[in-house]
């Protein structure tokens, strides 16, 4: 088991895109092989031209061109993956559940038990399974379970699984070098002489560009929990700077000062403590829900009311943006043209998942104003079904409502307001005197983000709301 020649993994999403693009490039003896029934995404992963790839990360584009075809290949043969493999990572969607018990908290494991089926029933050699998927404690006792109770009685008995969990720590927008310069990795495994020797195999693979230093390995329990308490954790941070900037706006308070005179103290720390329009992304939700869910099936309810109300502050910071919004635009927004910038959740990246910029659109939606969006990477269908997905109202009346462009001074022009939703760093560079002069007079900026110069905004014209400032 330990000469690890092949690995694949399933799913070639946000996490096993860039994860296994950065594997094969610092393992060029191993080759790496990347599955997904979504034969467009496969197609588009093995696109000639970069600017193709399904997914968006700098510094994506250039591992990618020298791994690939090398020993990184992205394909739709699963089986054929698994069956070849020594490793298999799992990499395919957990989203939270839209039905059934535990709807709208518990992760849905639909995916991840489809692929752990697939896999015994494949599989014909010794295996290592490596959970990568964020996961509910204990899910790798379910894995564990299927993998050695399904499968072709013919060869189920001689096959062995290890099951390992992996987490990911990756941030999107980051993400490449996140994982070439990780704090840490963590491995959790059986703690019996097989387990151990599964943990070494997937360990070396680290080693290949990490100090070991950096790679932690623990039972499987502690690595699972970890995942969702360092998401948690970090969600939480940035719920107590907002729930602290609303604060700031009702006394005068600012709260960019707040957090840099905090964020001093060594035991705090500056990371983090960006106010904002809300947090988004895949996880930090999906995490704290799934966390509550554990603690209520535990009967720990104290336990979970903590935790969930980092995700009511979330939600209270949305909705007050766009409250803020319409109160400050005269109390009707009805007819008006909102210029959003930014849809993404988080600057440098095209994801979407739970940003705050659909949630706010959603609201404005309701007071029947005609949102103009634009963002630098985001696809325009994206935002559509972003906003369908929601289902308030219907697709005729949302498209009614919610223009997108493709260039920001267009978004802008003859908007009573501006929200900015996502930081981009190019919006700051923007000739604002240009989109203040084409803008309805007065002219409204709402910056959910605190990233432009408010004194030079105002020296332009512009009224200015910026999050925890009076
Ligand atoms: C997060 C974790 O950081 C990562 O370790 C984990 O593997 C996946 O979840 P991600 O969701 O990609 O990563 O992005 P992150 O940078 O954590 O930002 C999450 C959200 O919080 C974004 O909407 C971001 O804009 C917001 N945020 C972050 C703030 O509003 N303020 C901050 O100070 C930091
Ligand atoms: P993440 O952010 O966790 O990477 P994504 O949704 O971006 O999530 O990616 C998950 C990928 O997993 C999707 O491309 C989906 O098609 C793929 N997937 C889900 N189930 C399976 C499966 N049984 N076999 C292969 N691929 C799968």
């Known amino acids: 088991m330990k000469d690890i020649k092949n690995i694949c993994c399933i799913g070639a999403g946000y996490v096993g895109g860039p994860t296994m693009a950065v594997i094969a490039d610092k393992n060029p003896t191993i080759?790496?092989?990347?599955?997904?029934?979504?034969?467009?995404?496969?197609?588009?992963w093995n696109d000639e031209n970069l600017d193709n790839l399904p997914i968006y990360e700098p510094g994506l584009a250039e591992v990618v061109s020298r791994a690939r075809g090398r020993n990184l290949f992205f394909s739709t043969e699963v089986d054929k993956a698994i069956e070849q493999s020594e490793i298999i990572f799992i990499s395919v969607n957990t989203p939270t559940k839209t039905y059934g018990k535990g709807k709208g908290m518990a992760a849905d494991l639909k995916y991840i038990e489809l692929c752990a089926r697939q896999i015994a029933e494949v599989a014909k050699t010794d295996k290592i399974v490596v959970e990568k998927s964020t996961l509910p404690v204990r899910t790798a006792e379910a894995i564990k379970t299927i993998l050695n109770q399904t499968g072709p009685d013919s060869y189920r008995d001689g096959v062995n699984f290890q099951i390992l969990s992996n987490p990911e720590f990756l941030a999107e927008g980051t993400a490449i070098t996140d994982l070439q310069e990780a704090d840490r990795v963590l491995i959790g495994g059986d703690q019996t002489p097989e387990g151990k020797e599964?943990?070494?195999?997937?360990?070396?693979i680290y080693a290949a560009w990490l100090p070991k230093e950096r790679i932690l390995t623990t039972n499987v329990w502690s690595s699972e929990l970890s995942k969702l308490t360092a998401n948690a954790f970090l969600a939480q941070r940035v719920s107590s700077i907002n729930a602290i900037s609303e604060l700031c706006e009702a006394t005068g308070a600012d709260v960019n000062e707040v957090a840099k005179a905090i964020g001093m103290d060594s035991r705090i720390g500056p990371k983090f403590l960006q106010a904002s329009v809300g947090f988004g992304g895949s996880c930090f939700q999906k995490d704290i829900l799934n966390l509550v869910y554990i603690a209520k099936s535990l009967g720990l309810s104290k336990v979970a009311d903590y935790w969930e109300q980092v995700i009511i502050m979330n939600d209270h910071q949305k909705i007050r943006f766009a409250s803020k919004i319409v109160s400050t635009l005269f109390n009707t927004v009805s007819g008006k043209k909102i210029a959003f910038l930014g849809w993404a959740f988080k600057k440098d990246t095209n994801d979407t998942r739970e940003?705050?910029?659909?949630?706010?659109?959603?609201?404005?939606?309701?007071?029947?104003?005609?949102?103009?969006?634009?963002d630098p990477k985001v696809k325009i269908q994206k935002m559509y079904d972003d906003i369908n997905y929601l289902d308030s109202r219907t697709d005729q009346l949302n498209k009614r409502h919610l223009q997108v462009v493709s260039n920001p001074y267009e978004a802008c022009k003859d908007a009573h307001a501006i929200a900015i939703l996502t930081e981009w760093d190019e919006f700051k560079d923007y000739d604002w005197q240009r989109i203040y002069d084409q803008m309805k007079k007065p002219a409204f900026l709402f910056d959910g983000r605190n990233i432009l110069d408010r004194k030079k905004m105002k020296g332009i014209g512009f009224e200015v709301y910026s999050i925890g400032k009076a």
Do not use: M
């Open 198 to 204: 599964a943990i070494q195999a997937l360990v070396d």
């Open 355 to 374: 940003s705050a910029a659909i949630y706010v659109a959603d609201q404005l939606i309701d007071e029947q104003a005609n949102v103009c969006v634009f």
């Open 31 to 44: 080759k790496v092989t990347v599955v997904d029934i979504n034969a467009e995404r496969i197609a588009a």
